[in-house]
């Protein structure tokens, strides 16, 4: 079994790497001091377990986990923290089990038990991310991610098997479908056509194009965007109440 440890004291992954290192089968792959070096980790090693601090510099504990979520194939995630007032929302973030620090060897044990668990049925356990919404996307990039702030998306728009992110420094591709992104963010983005969401803030007008077709005016787009005719009723009345 890979593991990460994720948490920014470094005594508390010390505590941990040690704990592991009697458990037979483990391997600690990486470790990492914040939310954003753990997503790296886990893209570059594929652990089977993360080990995750919540309260964290940056990206927290709870946030890292919801953007796992989304991993193929997904890491099975145990909360390690120092308070237990985080419990319902870490198993809304779909963690496998919670351990308040200090670490116990028992519960330890335990946890990689249910790891074990999980990782026997991985098949059947492919849904999406619960809780609160997430504050960023995250692309990969030749092994490598990128973490794009939702506030700096303008539209999002399908293309194949990909969602093109036109975001405030630029594009990028990420592997999730535009459903499950407008289920999640309803409150920020409008359809305007089958293959795209746009930003409520980002338009500026609806108006008649050359051939005939409505387009959407974008507050930072080079250029109008596509309204299909089965969107355009109810976007005219998302403006009106903007």
């Given at each position: ?11 508390a992954?010390?505590?941990l ?9 483990v ?8 939310g ?22 940056g990206?927290d ?8 979520a989304?991993?193929?194939p ?8 120092a ?7 870490a198993?809304?973030?779909q ?7 200090p ?8 946890a ?37 702030p ?29 459903k499950s ?38 507050r ?23």
């Amino acid at each position: 079994m890979k593991v990460v440890i994720a948490d920014d004291e470094p005594l508390a992954r010390e505590r941990l790497r040690a704990l592991l290192a009697v458990e037979p089968g483990v391997e600690v792959v990486a470790e990492a001091s914040d939310g954003h070096a753990a997503l790296h980790a886990c893209a570059e090693h594929h652990p089977d377990m993360v080990l995750l601090d919540i309260s964290m510099p940056g990206i927290d504990g709870l946030e890292t986990a919801r953007h796992l979520a989304a991993f193929e194939p997904r890491p099975a995630v145990v909360f390690c923290t120092a308070y237990d007032a985080h419990a319902l929302s870490a198993f809304e973030a779909q963690a496998i089990d919670y351990l308040v620090k200090p670490v116990r060897p028992e519960r330890l044990s335990a946890a990689l038990e249910r790891v074990r668990t999980f990782a026997a049925g991985r098949a059947q356990h492919g849904e999406h991310e619960g809780g609160r919404k997430r504050t960023h996307l995250c692309a990969r990039l030749r092994g490598s991610l990128r973490l794009i702030p939702v506030d700096d998306i303008r539209y999002l728009q399908a293309e194949e098997k990909y969602v093109v992110v036109h975001h405030a420094r630029g594009e990028d591709l990420i592997e999730e479908s535009l459903k499950s992104l407008e289920t999640e963010f309803a409150e920020r983005f409008v359809r305007i056509h089958r293959n795209c969401l746009v930003a409520r803030n980002e338009i500026i007008e609806l108006r008649r194009g050359g051939d005939g077709h409505t387009q959407a005016v974008l507050r930072h787009g080079a250029h109008p965007l596509e309204v299909s005719r089965r969107c355009v009723a109810q976007l005219r009345d998302t403006l009106r109440h903007l």
